[in-house]
């Protein structure tokens, strides 16, 4: 997405810059970093005002995802592309603030940094780090003297009280700190030791192996078997510490994260990402199933083309065995020989199709290139029937550039697609990729026909379902092609799109109003304004905030640990941990969205002034049977206090919609079949 970005850039197309930039925002799944340096490509071309206020926008978003930190580094950032810092000055400072709303000194250190009295913005925003990096509290090491904390502090003189494990009420200039404390940021190897130490004892006897890493993760350097050693004590019986490391020592050496290297005779372990070793590379491969194996191999070609013979070899073996249990993969793998002149498959694709079909084979290949190659098989074996079989393809496929392709290969030999099209937009969740991929093509001037007046209730609607739709939607329905929609639209067919307008939890207040001022513009008579509340009691309310507070403080962050977690288990392409955990996580921000939409049309009920003259919300409704005389009773609620085992329904359950609210006493009334008269009504006590 950034390359295409620069590219846009310098061909001035600064319209679509600005709309893939907040497409970039809204997935929220790009590193600060790569806005930054789009920001710095507009600055090249002079267009400083526009890359400010693509700054502007990822700052404000990021401030209300509360990620303070990203927003801070956009804030400062922005400094670059303005001569006037006063408003940038004002939003950081309250930004800092905000994180650090539970810290007493943080107006003064705010104060003392002068970032509020116009002083150099960088060197104000230095100090205000300083003075938060030895705030009291903060965790140090000092090799001299162990772990320690701050006790106090004085940002005036620029002066830090600590006490270490070995020495109470060391005085340090933050100069002298700087060049001899090593921070323990918390959640670190260090910070867990002095604050938690049982925490990690607790790994050392269920994950020996795990804690060492830990360790090296946390310090991001080489640390010697020396200095391993040193940071066990404390958490190891001091007599138990050499036989310990040398049982973990042995282990560790073979972990592929874990590079080792020899230094004046004594072995150093770093922590690494990469997994760096050719030889853990082939042991890795030959432990994998035949995915894995396949995926190593690709990986290899790119990463180790010197092992790549040997590891095809193996591979070319595994095929031979096992094409009839995995005949997509062993396609796969067929057609990599075939890229790299390797002999040795004892198979062809007439054996791998006498176990699969060609929708199910080409849907599992894992190599796009291979996809395209099936492709050109499929036709070439199918001349009367590859049009249908490229159709369902694409009909069940989650790849947008294999629809292009497929969509290309139809056109071209005059197939039409007209139909599918229509059942995509018509049932967006059974082709939810097919229904993206035509609003991106209706974003660019194509398929203007389907987009009709019948088609939108229900493309708003599945906004909500349909994951990337809202911004292809927002940028298809453009406001001129939606006033040309509506002025030449029954009014029955306005009134459904209204209506689903106004419902809609993903589009925001600004996006549903810039339409629904053109249908009132229409169709004023539309324009009723209705209550649109959700009426409950306090009990239920409270029920309500506590199930968003705990969406908030404990199953979104629980979320991120798994997140965080599950990206250390490698490859995220192929990472079911993972993808598990970011379904999740767009589960639960939906839930939020959804809590707080609806606990703002919350009304509490009045039982102290409830119209008992007809059934309402709040009261309660006595009904006699006119074939047996039996009494039947409904309390009616709002719908988060609902109770069928005690007969209490919701105000918008159809008992209560169609058939009894505005009833009067002596009125008849059906339900399920049998006729009831309303003896009384009486109001429902909270």
């Known amino acids: 997405m950034t390359e295409k970005i620069k590219r846009l850039i310098e061909e001035r197309n600064l319209a679509e810059v600005e709309n893939l930039w907040i497409e970039m925002v809204e997935a929220g799944d790009s590193p600060v970093q790569e806005f930054l340096s789009i920001a710095d490509e507009l600055k090249k071309i002079k267009e400083t005002k526009s890359a400010f206020m693509l700054l502007e926008i990822l700052a404000s978003h990021l401030k209300i995802q509360r990620r303070f930190d990203e927003a801070i580094e956009v804030y400062k950032h922005m400094a670059y592309f303005t001569e006037d810092d006063r408003l940038l000055r004002k939003a950081i400072v309250e930004l800092y603030k905000t994180k650090y709303n539970d810290n007493p000194r943080i107006e003064r250190f705010i104060e003392l940094s002068g970032i509020e009295k116009g002083e150099h913005i960088f060197k104000s925003l230095e100090r205000l780090e300083e003075f938060l990096k030895y705030d009291i509290g903060r965790v140090f090491y000092f090799e001299k003297f162990g772990l320690g904390e701050v006790v106090s502090m004085n940002p005036e003189r620029r002066e830090v009280v600590l006490d270490f494990q070995k020495q109470k009420g060391y005085f340090a200039k933050f100069e002298v700190a700087q060049g001899l404390l090593k921070p323990a940021p918390e959640g670190t190897f260090l910070f867990k030791k002095y604050k938690n130490i049982e925490e990690l004892k607790k790994l050392a006897e269920e994950d020996p192996v795990g804690l060492v890493i830990f360790m090296l993760k946390s310090y991001q350097e080489?640390?010697?078997?020396?200095?391993?050693?040193?940071?066990?004590?404390?958490?190891?019986?001091?007599?138990?510490?050499?036989?310990?490391?040398?049982?973990?020592?042995?282990?560790?050496?073979?972990?592929?994260?874990?590079?080792?290297?020899?230094?004046?005779?004594?072995?150093?372990?770093?922590?690494?990402?990469?997994?760096?070793?050719?030889?853990?590379?082939?042991?890795?491969?030959?432990?994998?199933?035949?995915?894995?194996?396949?995926?190593?191999?690709?990986?290899?070609?790119?990463?180790?083309?010197?092992?790549?013979?040997?590891?095809?070899?193996?591979?070319?073996?595994?095929?031979?065995?096992?094409?009839?249990?995995?005949?997509?993969?062993?396609?796969?793998?067929?057609?990599?020989?075939?890229?790299?002149?390797?002999?040795?498959?004892?198979?062809?694709?007439?054996?791998?199709?006498?176990?699969?079909?060609?929708?199910?084979?080409?849907?599992?290949?894992?190599?796009?290139?291979?996809?395209?190659?099936?492709?050109?098989e499929i036709k070439k074996r199918e001349p009367q029937n590859w049009q249908r079989i490229f159709q369902q393809i694409m009909a069940l496929t989650d790849e947008t550039k294999l629809i292009e392709k497929i969509e290309e290969e139809l056109i071209v030999s005059g197939y039409s697609l007209d139909e599918f099209y229509k059942s995509a937009l018509s049932m967006p969740q059974k082709y939810p990729c097919v229904f993206v991929y035509i609003l991106k093509k209706l974003t660019g001037g194509f398929l203007k026909e389907f987009l009709e007046p019948r088609y939108l209730p229900r493309l708003i609607n599945n906004l909500e379902y349909i994951k990337n739709a809202k911004p292809n939607f927002l940028k298809a329905l453009t406001l001129e092609r939606f006033d040309s929609i509506i002025k030449n639209t029954e009014i029955t067919e306005v009134a459904r799109i209204r209506e689903a307008l106004v419902k809609s939890t993903v589009l925001k207040g600004y996006e549903k109003g810039d339409y629904l001022r053109i249908i009132d513009y229409y169709f004023p008579d539309l324009n009723e304004k209705k209550e649109d509340y959700i009426y409950t009691t306090a009990e239920a309310l409270e029920r309500k905030k506590k199930e968003l507070e705990h969406l908030l403080t404990v199953e979104i962050p629980e979320n991120k640990k798994e997140i965080s977690r599950a990206r250390e288990y490698g490859d995220l392409s192929e990472n079911f941990e993972y993808k598990a955990a970011k379904e999740k996580q767009d589960q639960l921000y939906q839930k939020v969205r959804m809590l707080e939409s609806e606990l703002r049309r919350a009304k509490l009920i009045d039982f102290s002034n409830i119209d008992t003259s007809r059934v309402g919300v709040g009261t309660k409704v006595i009904l006699k049977s006119l074939q047996d005389d039996s009494i039947l009773e409904y309390v009616i609620l709002g719908p988060w206090d609902a109770d069928l085992a005690k007969n209490i329904i919701s105000c918008e359950s159809p008992i209560a919609r169609d058939v009894l609210l505005g009833k009067k006493p002596g009125e008849t009334v059906s339900i399920d079949g049998k006729g009831y008269q309303i003896v009384k009504i009486e109001t429902a006590r909270n």
């Open 222 to 376: 080489p640390l010697g078997s020396g200095d391993i050693k040193k940071h066990l004590t404390g958490i190891i019986d001091e007599g138990e510490i050499d036989r310990y490391w040398e049982k973990v020592r042995k282990k560790l050496e073979k972990n592929e994260c874990v590079k080792v290297e020899s230094r004046k005779g004594q072995k150093i372990y770093q922590y690494i990402t990469d997994g760096n070793k050719k030889e853990s590379f082939i042991v890795s491969f030959q432990k994998g199933d035949i995915d894995e194996k396949y995926l190593y191999a690709e990986r290899c070609a790119k990463e180790y083309p010197e092992l790549l013979n040997e590891i095809i070899n193996l591979l070319i073996s595994t095929a031979n065995e096992e094409y009839p249990r995995h005949p997509a993969r062993c396609l796969d793998i067929y057609y990599l020989c075939e890229e790299y002149g390797k002999t040795g498959i004892s198979y062809t694709i007439d054996d791998i199709l006498k176990y699969e079909t060609y929708e199910n084979l080409l849907l599992n290949l894992k190599n796009y290139e291979h996809k395209k190659k099936f492709l050109q």
